[in-house]
Every structure is written in structure tokens, then in C-alpha cells.
């Protein structure tokens, strides 16, 4: 084991007990003496870790328009009163409610009689098969290829999407980008062709069998077929077994179906600021997780630092000059309905927007912070890094920031949209699957990341942009 | 789910499959594409996961002297026999042979009669206790408060050394280097006091119920009494039932033994310099682990990436100016044999050494390096790293490189040593316990490591120092 000396990490770290020891007493604090100070209190008496073992053990997954989403928001509501906020109060929203069914059923059928069941799950949104649906399948790499192919070869079949991550990408989040078209429309583009259904191989670089569900979108007016997404084992294998037997079977069946609306809430918890309260700074994370799993770290982690960013602010003593508002978005899986009413009310009351901050990418360690905003934005905030990175939470670079806080961009026009970044390596290999729980989170990683984000909006509350 | 686009990402990333297009014909490479060829390498044709998958899962934990190390000796050699390196050699080494025996047994025993079995496992090198060792226990948290007790206080009973890890610190790493006193010399202080025994809580932040081992030393001529190591869980609960009892009494029982040295190697695999074949750079990790476990991240990973580094400059076609030596260490964990007898070795030889790295701090995701240097040196090193930041690899500061090369600094000077360094928030959860198994490893976050080993060899062959 490499040792670390004391001596020799002096100069690294932004002291240990010592450091403690100075801050206690009253009297001017420097920038860098708080955000140990929110740090002490995140890893020594964190609260986040224990939410978060409740939010996904209790209630569990909790998609939009579930039972659990309810009782998630009442959790919410419920840990930021007694966190002692000094508001917190609900946003309604009519949210989207698609319902899974019992568990699906996938079969590769060759034309001796041999069957392999594999695994496979709906895709959100997607329409049920009504009872078993059997027919051929043809495989294709991208939605272009797909165009390519001549009707009789699709028509009837199921097309099967099999393009997989890009492993060379160092960032799985832009091989997610780069491969996530054939989920998203795979299904909708294979209906309007005539085929009877889609089968997406996984979003995932990870060589198992937790098929990997997430959201597909059917265009308005066009035919819906089913979309399910297989394994990537199964994806493997049904290509190899289709390269020996092109005419092979595949059936599927789903029992998943959309139905009507359903009343909902975003949860809000503020801590109103001592000199320019009308400012406001939200930071943010989704509510709602897919059915399968307990929805851990999407984005139970990024709820919990929320709220936790908060009430680290508020025992470390640090009452922040502007409003700091931790927001629990519903929706963000399959309609983003919470984020847009977030923004509509916002511009409605005619609210003033300092800055956004989301963490929906994992409660991993800490790297720092994607920004948005213009480039003088981003200068002041790049220059906080000195002061993150005693933590690892100091590369400031421009990036996507957020699904949840996007919709502030255009009805209020906050100076900077910020994404919570951490390791991201670890992310796709459980995002939308059963594997998604509670266990797979580090205590410490997770509590890194809310003094990140806490540390953050003490400088936005501070120094303004 | 933060998502990355193309655009967003173009400045941050060293390309993805446009950039690996362009280095495919032959001519003047810049550095740059050259460790992104090394890195593509690595993620699309790595072998040090699967070459883990074998350590662990077929040899599994491999302490100094064990038939198992053995056989990871041979192994080493074979596998760099068949990555078509220069020159594969054994370097013969006498090394301790301790063996723990049947599986510890601890027990509290209450004055009434109430008996609580608690998870302890022996301490490495620790004595073992000739049948059941039952006495009186006195709790302290630091050698100094040992030192304090009056000798009524201490004869007869187990000492109790019960300091946590201070989890405001950022680095687990220098929390254990905190703590690690209490299990090192507890045992030997213990005994010059006249206690039976010692009893030390595991050097971890996690808790839960895996006790963690790890070498204790004696003092030459002193007592030696039985150390074991107790789980975190089984640390507080004594510690809380001897507050309501202080007269209750524990109960081990370890069969653990040390028996005469045994023969064993260091393996060693040469890639020979095309221009410099006289200078030399090490890279390397330990080959032994504790017995308990697998010994994955420590230090399967660190093994593995070492000849993965020499495997990717090679499969990359980079030939490196300088000679490029993977060295698997034997006995880091409990007597640091193979590292004394490669320096001794290399001074006997007269060797030019330029510079070693060492892995063992856990196969996680890069961040960087820790030099250790004059600072001539150590901002030479860390002008590199604009090269090494699409990769999160990029922090190159002062600190501690490793055990295992850090006898050659006596021994050759070599300009630098070097520590691959890595996160660091789960090692400690699993190190020296149970837990430290394949499935800890992620496939990603290892051949991340081995790219960024292998680009920093390729960057010291190139300039030298
Ligand atoms: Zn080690
Ligand atoms: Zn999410």
C-alpha cells in the first residue's frame, strides 16, 4: 500500500483535525476555512448516505404516476421540514403514467425447434405485444442502415439495433450519447418501416444479463410498435445465432401500457438569504427512477446531495446572502414534465435566476463541474478551482449541466447552468437495470460530492456571477 | 442523466474513433496521438482484466511462502512469456512464512454469563495464542495512552486499541496512516507491558463485519503476545459493552504461526531499449496478497496493469529508446523481500536506473501521479500533463511512489520514483479483508490505470529526465 505522510501532504490537503481545530472559534473565516468547515460536517455527520438507504430501500423504484413516486414525495417534503428549511412546500404536475406489467418474456426460436429464452425488458413508453408476438428478426448497426434496407426485408420483422458503446470514448456518457439514438427512435423508425417490433441491445459497455430499460419516444401519428431492450449478453448471442440461422424467430412479450396522467409534484425546500433574498440558486436532482431497480444512483444520489447541500450549509453556520432552493424534479425519465413547470413558474412569478446546479450522473467521487453560460461566467467560476481542489472536485470545464434545469435557460435566463461531475466510469454499467441499488454507493464518495455541490453554492451565495 | 454532446466534449477529449482513423497510416506521431493509441489499446484489446480474472479467480490469495505464490510466480512468468516481451527472469528472493491456521475464533464474554461471538482474524506475523486465551480487556485509542496505564491496568489483560479513522481527512490513505500504528506495534507494546494480548480495530472507515489483517511487528527480544484484528461492528461493540461491564472478559483463540523462510521470486519481464538499452525503467506491483482474499485490488490490479503497460507500448507499436522492466514483487505485504533483493541486485549490477512506478493503491479510476524527486524533476514530470488530462490522469503532485521501489533509491538513485496514483475512496472499505475479490475490479477503471502507466513510460522513454 502506498502510504501518505503527513509531511508530504501538507501541502495537498486542506488540513484534518488540525485545520478542525482552527475554525471552531468565532471571528473572520476565510473561503477556505468554510468549505472545509461544510466538508467536516458532510463526512463526519453527513445525512445523505442514511436518506438515501431509505429513500431506495423503503420506497424503492418510484417511476412517474407509481405509488412509490408519491410516497417519495412525501419523503422529500417530510426529510426537508424536519432538516429545519425555511420553506418547503410541493409544485404540482400532471406527470406521464406508464405501467410495466408483469415481467417480459424474450425467445430466440431457431428453425430446428431449439428455443433460448433471453433477457429482455420494455422500453418506457413503450406499447405492450398483446400476448406473444413471433416473427424474424433483422439485425442493423444505426437507424441509417435501417433506411437503407428494403421494405420486404423489415416488414414484419423485429428490427434488431445492435450498435454497441464505443469503449475507446473515455467518458461512457458520450458513448451513451453516441449509441442512444437506437433506443430513443430504434422502435418509432421501425414501425413507420413496417416492422412488428424493436429490439435494442443495451446502453451499456458491461458484458452481462441486466437488459437496460430507459425511455423510447413514438412519433405523433405514427404506428407503435412494441420496443424492447435485450442484455448485451443476449444481444450477443442472438446476433451470432442469427449470423448461423438469418431466419431465425424471436418472441416477445410485454405487457406494458401507458395510461392517463396522473397528478404529481415537484418538492422544494429553501433557505431564504440574509441579504438578497429575491437571487435565487436552485440545485436540483430527479424524484422519479425507473421501476426496476431502487434507483440509487439515478438520481436517488443527486436527490439526497440536494437536499444535503442545504442543510450542510445550514450547520456549518454558513447562512448563504441569497435563496438556495433544493428542488426534487418529478419526471426527468420519461417527460421532464417537473423541470418544465419548474421553469414555468419560475418565469411566471418572475423570478430572478442566479444559477442552476444539477447532479444526475451519479453520487461517484467528485471531479468537479460542467458549466453553461457565457464565457466571462465561466472564467469567475473556474476561478473558485483553488478552493475545490483540496477535494478533487476542481475540474471547471464546459459541459452539459443538466435535463432537469435546462428548461431555466429560456424562461429565465440563469448566468450559469452547472452539472455536478464525478467518475463516470461505474455509471452505465447499472444505469436503468435491477442493478441499480443502494449498495453500489460509497458513503464517502457520495458525501464528497454534497460538500462539492454545498461548496459551490457557498461561493454562488457569496460572490454572485 | 447528464448527457455529453459531441460539440460540448471536442476540446475536452483526445478524439474517439475520427482521431483513431487518423493515426492508422504510418509518419510523424505526435505524443498526443500516440498515448491516445495506447489508450485505445488498452480499452479495445486490453488483456490485464482478464489476466486479473485469472490471479484471482484460479490462484486467489497468494501470502508470501504459500503454495498459491507459487504458483502466481509461474503464472507471471508465463503470461509475460506469451506477451512476446524480451526477456522474462526469475529473481530467486527468501521470504517469510506465516500461516494462519484454522479460522479465529473471538468471543466477549459477559459477567453473567453472556457470550457474544465477534468477527476477529489474526494479525499477520502475529503468534498464535496455544488453545483459548481468555482475560480481562483494557480499551485505548493510542500507544501513548498505553503508555500511561499503570501496569496494574494492562498485566494479565487483552489491550484494546480502539482509534477510528478520522473521516474528515480526504485521503483514506493518510487516515490509515493515522491509525496504522495501533496495529504495527500494538501487539509488540502490549506485550512489554505485560498484557496477554492485543486486540485492534480494523484500519478502515466501513462499517461492518470484515476484520481486516495487515502485518504487526515485534521488537527483537521482546514479548510476543497474540494481535488479532477486530471488525469495526465487533470494535464498537466491545467498546460499548465494556462501558457497561469493565470486568468482562474476551476470549480468542488463533492458531496462526510463523515457520522457517521459504525460496521464492520476483518475476521480471524486459521490453530492451532500442537506443538506451542501458537505462532502465521500472514499473511494477506486488505479486503476494494476504491469504483472507482474492487479493484484487491489492494488488492483482497492480500486477497486472505492470505487464499491461509493457503489453500496450509493445501492441501499440511504440518501441521504447530506454529498456522497460514490468517487475512483480514478491512479499510487500510482510517483509518487503523482493523489493530489497531487486535493488540489491541492481546495485551489484551496476544498473542505470531512470525512474520506477509503482501500483498498488487499488486498481481505481486515474487521477494521476505522486513523484517523489528533486523538483528539477517533478516539474519535468508534471509538464506532461496537458497529455494526460483527456485521460483524468493529469494530477501529478508530490507523494509517497511505493514500497517496493522505494529500496532503490539507496541503492541506484534512480531520477525519480513514481506512484500511480488513483481514487481512493473504496480501497480501505476491503483492503486485507474478505471482500478484496474480482468483482470490486471494474473492467474500465483498471485499463484506464494500465493506459495511463503505460503513457507516462512511454513519455520517461522518449525524454528521459
Ligand atoms: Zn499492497
Ligand atoms: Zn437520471
Known amino acids: 500500500m502506498r502510504y501518505f505522510s503527513a509531511l508530504l501532504l501538507a501541502g495537498l490537503l486542506a488540513g484534518g483535525p488540525a485545520a478542525r481545530a482552527q475554525i471552531a472559534p468565532a471571528g473572520p473565516k476565510t473561503d477556505s476555512l468554510n468549505i472545509r468547515r461544510i466538508f467536516d460536517e458532510a463526512l463526519l455527520r ?37 432538516a429545519g428549511f425555511d420553506k418547503v412546500y410541493l409544485q404540482e404536475v400532471m406527470v406521464p403514467h406508464w405501467v410495466r406489467g408483469p415481467k417480459e418474456r424474450g425467445e430466440i426460436i431457431g428453425n430446428k425447434g431449439k428455443s433460448v429464452p433471453v433477457a429482455v425488458c420494455a422500453l418506457g413508453n413503450s406499447v405492450g405485444t398483446s400476448g406473444k408476438l413471433r416473427a424474424g428478426v433483422v439485425e442493423v448497426h444505426s437507424l441509417d442502415e435501417l433506411k437503407k434496407l428494403p421494405d420486404a426485408a423489415v416488414k414484419g420483422k423485429f428490427v434488431f439495433f445492435n450498435r454497441p458503446f464505443d469503449d475507446a470514448l473515455i467518458e461512457p456518457g458520450q458513448a451513451y450519447g453516441a449509441a442512444g439514438d437506437q433506443r430513443r427512435s430504434g422502435p418509432a423508425e421501425a414501425g413507420r418501416r413496417g416492422a412488428v417490433g424493436a429490439l435494442v441491445r443495451s446502453l451499456t459497455s458491461a458484458r452481462d444479463d441486466n437488459p437496460h430499460t430507459g425511455t423510447t419516444q413514438y412519433a405523433a401519428g405514427a404506428p407503435q410498435v412494441p420496443g424492447a431492450a435485450l442484455s448485451t449478453l443476449a444481444a450477443d448471442r442472438l446476433s451470432l445465432l442469427l449470423k448461423a440461422d438469418p431466419s431465425l424467430k424471436f418472441e416477445l412479450e410485454m ?15 429553501e433557505i431564504r438569504g440574509s441579504k438578497f433574498p429575491q437571487e435565487i440558486i436552485t440545485v436540483g436532482g430527479h424524484l422519479d427512477s425507473w421501476d426496476l431497480a431502487q434507483g440509487a444512483h439515478d438520481d436517488g444520489t443527486g436527490v439526497t ?20 432552493r433544493a428542488v426534487l424534479f418529478m419526471n426527468e425519465e420519461n417527460g421532464t414534465r417537473g423541470g418544465n413547470e419548474y421553469a414555468r413558474l419560475a418565469q411566471a412569478n418572475k423570478e430572478t435566476h442566479l444559477a442552476a446546479i444539477e447532479s444526475d450522473g451519479g453520487g461517484f467521487t467528485p471531479r468537479g463541474f460542467a458549466m453553461q453560460g457565457s464565457s466571462e461566467v465561466q472564467r469567475k467560476i473556474a476561478a473558485w478551482a483553488p478552493l475545490l481542489r483540496p477535494y478533487h472536485a476542481a475540474d471547471i470545464m464546459p459541459g452539459h449541466a443538466g435535463t432537469d434545469i435546462e428548461p431555466l435557460e429560456a424562461a429565465v435566463h440563469p448566468k450559469a447552468l ?31 460530492g454534497a460538500g462539492s455541490m454545498a461548496a459551490l453554492i457557498y461561493l454562488l451565495a457569496k460572490y454572485s456571477l
Not at 452547472?418 to 441499480?436: E, N, V
Open 46 to 82: 453527513g445525512q445523505c448516505y442514511e436518506n438515501l438507504r431509505y429513500l431506495t430501500g423503503t420506497i424503492g423504484g418510484r417511476l412517474s404516476g407509481s405509488p412509490q413516486a408519491q410516497l417519495a414525495v412525501e419523503w422529500g417534503q417530510r426529510t426537508m421540514e424536519k
Open 255 to 269: 405487457g406494458c401500457q401507458m395510461l392517463p396522467d396522473v397528478k404529481s409534484y415537484n418538492v422544494v425546500g
Open 305 to 324: 446531495q440536494s437536499m444535503e447541500a442545504l442543510r450542510l450549509l445550514h450547520a456549518a453556520g454558513l447562512k448563504p446572502e441569497r435563496t438556495v
Open 418 to 448: 452547472i452539472g455536478y461531475d464525478c467518475d463516470s466510469q461505474r455509471y452505465f454499467d447499472i444505469h436503468h437495470t435491477t442493478a441499480d441499488t443502494f449498495d453500489k454507493v460509497n458513503r464517502r464518495e457520495l458525501e464528497l
